[in-house]
C-alpha cells in the first residue's frame, strides 16, 4: 500500500488522536476557567476511534499518541488503548504513547504498561504546589505527583512537559532541572502557542522565549546538542553535569516544519494536517458513510495532500499573529 507523503515529500508516520475536549484541570494558557466542552454525541466511539487509527496505521504510520483534553477522563479508554495493542503485537505500530496532566496515572499506569504503553509524557509547569493550583486553577499538584510516581513504578519511561511562562516558573528553571535530572525524567520545555481564546489572560505576557531560557540554562550548565529525537518537534540537549536530557519545542523562535511528519486528529473525527493552520477536512463523515475503508483511506489522502508547509506563529511587535481559533484541548496537544 503507498505510503502517506504530503506535497512537500515529507512521509506521515506519527498520529496524535484526541480523544475528548474535556479535562479536569482549566490551565490558563490551555482553556478558559468556564469552557463549553462538545456534546459527547459528537464524539467519535471507541470502536470508530479504533478503526480510524487502524487505518492510519495500515497507511505506514508507526507512532500513536493519546491527546486530549485528558484522555484519561474518557469512559472506557482502556478498551482503545488494548484495541491499539495489537497493531503493536504485529509490528506495524512501533509506538503507543500518550500526553496527560497525570491526574488519573495512579489509577491506570499498570494497565497502560500492560496495553503495550512504554513511554507517557506528563505536563507539569511548576513544582509549587501553590503555583501549580493557579496555573491549572483545578488541579492538585500531589496527585500528579502520585501519579507520576505509580508511572515510573509500573516501568513507564516518563518524560515532563513545561510550558515556559514569563513571571511565573522562570524562578524554577533549575529546579526543575534538577528535579527530573534525580528522577531520571526527560524534560521538555515548550513555547506558549496562541491558540484559542482563554479569557483575561495575556498571551505576550506568558510568552517566554526558549531562547532565552536556553541562554540561561547554558550560563548555569555545559550544554551538549545531540542528534537524537522522539519522533516529535523537540531538539534536544545533553546536561553534562546530569546526563540528563532536556528538549526544547519552539514553535515561535524556531519553526520545526521542515521535518513535520505529523497530523492530528480530534475527537470529533477532523484531521488537522497543522497545529497551527486552521486547515481542516473532516474524516467522520468517510468513516460513517460506507464500512468499506477503501472510502475512509481516500479521505485520508486526500487530506495529507492539503497538508501546508508549515505555520505562522509570531509574537514580534507585541502582537499575536497566526493565532488559531481552536483550544488546543479540541486539537490535542
Not at 2 to 18: G, H, K, M, N, T
Request: neutral net charge; aromatic residues 8%; proline residues 3%.
Amino acid at each position: 500500500m503507498e505510503p502517506l507523503v504530503d506535497p512537500f515529500a515529507r512521509a506521515i508516520r506519527y498520529l496524535r488522536v484526541s480523544v475528548t475536549d474535556r479535562c479536569d484541570f482549566r490551565c490558563v494558557y490551555c482553556m478558559s476557567e468556564n469552557m463549553t466542552f462538545l456534546p459527547k454525541k459528537d464524539l467519535l466511539t471507541l470502536e470508530e476511534l479504533d478503526r480510524l487509527s487502524s487505518a492510519f496505521v495500515r497507511l505506514g504510520v508507526e507512532k500513536l499518541r493519546i491527546t486530549g483534553g485528558e484522555p484519561l477522563v474518557r469512559r472506557n479508554i482502556l478498551t482503545y488503548f488494548n484495541a491499539m495493542g495489537r497493531h503493536l503485537d504485529s509490528g506495524a505500530l512501533k509506538e503507543l504513547t500518550l500526553t496527560t496532566n497525570g491526574s488519573q496515572l495512579a489509577r491506570f499506569a499498570a494497565d497502560l504498561y500492560a496495553a503495550g504503553v512504554r513511554r507517557v509524557n506528563v505536563s507539569l509547569d511548576t513544582l509549587d504546589e501553590d503555583k501549580f493550583a493557579r496555573v491549572t486553577r483545578w488541579g492538585r499538584l500531589p496527585q500528579v505527583l502520585k501519579g507520576i510516581d505509580a508511572a515510573q513504578a509500573a516501568g513507564l519511561r516518563v518524560k515532563i512537559n513545561t510550558v515556559a511562562l514569563k513571571g511565573f516558573n522562570e524562578d524554577e528553571l533549575f529546579a526543575l532541572v534538577e528535579w527530573c535530572a534525580g528522577r531520571d525524567m526527560d524534560l521538555t520545555f515548550i513555547e506558549v502557542m496562541p491558540m484559542g481564546d482563554i479569557g483575561n489572560e495575556d498571551r505576550i505576557g506568558q510568552y517566554w522565549s526558549l531562547k532565552d531560557l536556553r541562554a540561561q540554562l547554558a550560563a548555569h550548565y555545559v550544554l551538549t546538542d545531540t542528534p537524537e529525537s522522539s519522533g516529535g518537534p523537540a531538539r534536544y540537549v545533553r546536561v553534562e553535569e546530569t546526563g540528563a536530557r532536556i528538549g526544547f519545542i519552539t514553535p515561535l523562535t524556531h519553526n520545526f516544519c521542515e521535518s513535520c511528519n505529523r497530523v492530528r486528529v480530534t475527537c470529533t473525527g477532523e484531521i488537522y494536517t497543522c497545529l497551527g493552520q486552521e486547515g481542516h477536512s473532516d474524516l467522520r463523515g468517510p468513516l460513517r458513510s460506507s464500512e468499506d475503508d477503501a472510502v475512509l483511506e481516500d479521505a485520508i489522502r486526500a487530506a495529507i495532500a492539503l497538508k501546508p508547509k508549515g505555520h505562522d506563529f509570531d509574537y514580534s511587535r507585541q502582537d499575536v499573529s497566526g493565532r488559531v481559533s481552536r483550544h488546543m484541548s479540541h486539537t490535542g496537544g
